[in-house]
Structure formats: C-alpha cells, structure tokens
C-alpha cells in the first residue's frame, strides 16, 4: 500500500480540496495555483474505482503505519532524500523521491513533527517523526529528548 500512497492521496486531495474551497473556486480560479487546479481535475476526472481503490490504500496505510507504532512510539523518517537541496538539484524525480516520503503519513492523516537538522557541512536536513495519534503525550517527550530548553519555555 505504501506504493500506491502517492496517487491515492493526489485523488483524495483534490477531492478535500473542492468540497473545501467549494463556495470559491469559481470566484477565485485565477488566485489557485494551476497544481492545485490539476489535482481538483485529476480527483473530478477520476473513476469510481479509482476512487474507491484510492480510499482502501488510504485504509491500508493506516492500517501499516498503526501497526508499526503500536510497537515502536514513533518512527523517524527523512523529508527529502538530500540535505537541503539546492534549485540544481530539483527535477521531477526529485519531486517523485519526497512525495515519495511524505505521502504515506500525510495519506494516513498521522501526526508528525519536522525537526530541522544542521549538518557539519553547513547544510541542513530535516526528519519527520511519525507518532501514534492516540498516544498524545509523544510530542511534548519527544521534544524534550531533542531539545530540553525548549519544552522548559512551553
């Protein structure tokens, strides 16, 4: 299912995005970018199996990521496949490699929190850690592991 996480969360995008921004769309076209205008398109063009097959990865991947974190509290994954890529290094693969990574938690609709990460050559990273939504104390621990003053001015 995480395969197919991808295109399943570009069909249900569009889909929450024209039953949100439905009162607007028409008033406001020239205001929404043309990526978004694609999505919208791409979700209203979209059979019903595609549809469907799109909810059961969504369904699926859920199901996945509970899995792993009922066994590990969070999971920690990159946001991009480089440290802070530079205009050069941006191409459609690129694009594919961090939907890639960010559409299986954003399908799932989990939370997570982006730590930034400053590398020895001066660059910077960044991780995202995934955490089970019914354990809401995670957050606050794990700040607390990466950055104790910070959770002392909360």
């Not at 859920?62 to 969070?74: N, S, T, Y």
């Amino acid at each position: 299912p995480l395969g197919e996480a991808r295109k399943a969360l570009k069909i249900i995008s569009g889909r929450e995005i024209r039953a949100i921004h439905r009162y607007w769309l028409s008033e406001y076209r020239e205001a929404y970018e043309p990526s978004i205008w694609r999505m919208i398109n791409r979700a209203d063009n979209a059979s019903s199996m595609i549809i469907d097959a799109a909810y059961d990865t969504q369904k699926q991947v859920r199901r996945a990521l509970l899995d792993v974190l009922e066994i590990f509290d969070f999971v920690v994954l990159p946001v991009c496949p480089i440290p802070s890529p530079r205009r050069e290094d941006f191409h459609p693969e690129m694009s594919e490699q961090i939907e890639r990574l960010l559409a299986p938690v954003s399908l799932a609709g989990f939370p997570a929190l982006t730590v930034p990460v400053q590398l020895e050559n001066g660059r910077s990273a960044a991780a995202q850690v995934i955490y089970n939504p019914s354990k809401d104390y995670l957050p606050i621990r794990i700040l607390e592991a990466i950055s104790p003053e910070l959770v002392d001015d909360i």
